[in-house]
């Protein structure tokens, strides 16, 4: 009969390492699920790039030309040199290199007025935006970013929280 007990007892020893290995198991996919199945929030877009004559200078016109709407208070520029952010040449708020700071929301405005860019609360395909970096624009290296959280005053902008994307890249040459 002692022998009967021990069986016995080895039996529920196995059943309950098996319960608790379901169990870690279980949990460690259930994380490992979680995980993966996170997506970047960063916006996915596709610009294009011209230069427009601005006067004896050249400004950089971008166009959104795919991808979802994104909102303007979490995007900002940064170029490899200064540069400022605005309407197109010779509209009421053109991009002005004396007011190029090293990185521009594109919310930026001045008195209380609309945002210099002129495309409203979202960048929408076919809409451009104008950059008018310090000096010539040959080999300037422009990133367009998009920040979680609104970009904070303007001329050089503040960005707030840990995580920001860049969304576009590209180099005049």
Same mark, same amino acid.
């Given at each position: 009969?002692?022998?009967? *007990?021990?069986?016995?007892?080895?039996?529920?020893?196995?059943?309950?390492? =098996?319960?608790?290995?379901? %169990? #870690? $198991?279980?949990?460690?996919?259930?994380?490992?699920?979680? #995980?993966?199945?996170?997506?970047?929030?960063?916006?996915?877009? @596709?610009? @294009?790039?011209?230069?427009?004559?601005?006067?004896?200078?050249?400004?950089?016109?971008?166009?959104?030309?795919?991808? *979802?709407?994104?909102?303007?208070?979490?995007?900002? %520029? =940064?170029?490899?040199? *200064?540069?400022?952010?605005?309407?197109?040449? /010779?509209?009421?708020?053109?991009?002005?290199?004396?007011?190029?700071?090293?990185?521009?929301?594109?919310?930026?405005?001045?008195?209380?007025? !609309? +945002?210099?860019?002129? =495309?409203? &609360?979202?960048?929408?395909?076919?809409?451009? %935006?104008?950059?008018? !970096?310090? /000096?010539?624009?040959?080999?300037?290296?422009? &990133?367009?970013?998009? *920040?979680?959280? +609104?970009?904070?005053?303007?001329?050089?902008?503040?960005?707030?929280?840990?995580?920001?994307?860049?969304?576009?890249?590209?180099? =005049? $040459?």
């Amino acid at each position: 009969m002692y022998r009967g *007990n021990r069986a016995v007892s080895s039996v529920i020893g196995v059943i309950l390492m =098996i319960a608790v290995v379901v %169990v #870690v $198991s279980s949990s460690i996919a259930f994380y490992f699920w979680d #995980v993966a199945g996170e997506q970047t929030p960063a916006p996915q877009i @596709s610009v @294009s790039h011209e230069l427009v004559q601005d006067g004896d200078e050249q400004t950089i016109a971008v166009t959104l030309e795919a991808g *979802n709407a994104v909102q303007t208070d979490r995007l900002y %520029v =940064i170029g490899s040199k *200064n540069l400022d952010i605005g309407g197109a040449p /010779g509209s009421a708020t053109p991009a002005l290199e004396r007011y190029s700071s090293e990185r521009e929301a594109f919310t930026e405005s001045s008195g209380g007025r !609309p +945002p210099q860019v002129g =495309i409203g &609360e979202t960048w929408e395909a076919g809409e451009t %935006v104008y950059l008018d !970096p310090d /000096g010539s624009v040959d080999g300037v290296t422009v &990133e367009l970013h998009w *920040n979680t959280r +609104p970009v904070q005053n303007v001329n050089p902008g503040t960005v707030e929280g840990s995580q920001s994307y860049k969304i576009a890249e590209f180099t =005049i $040459s």
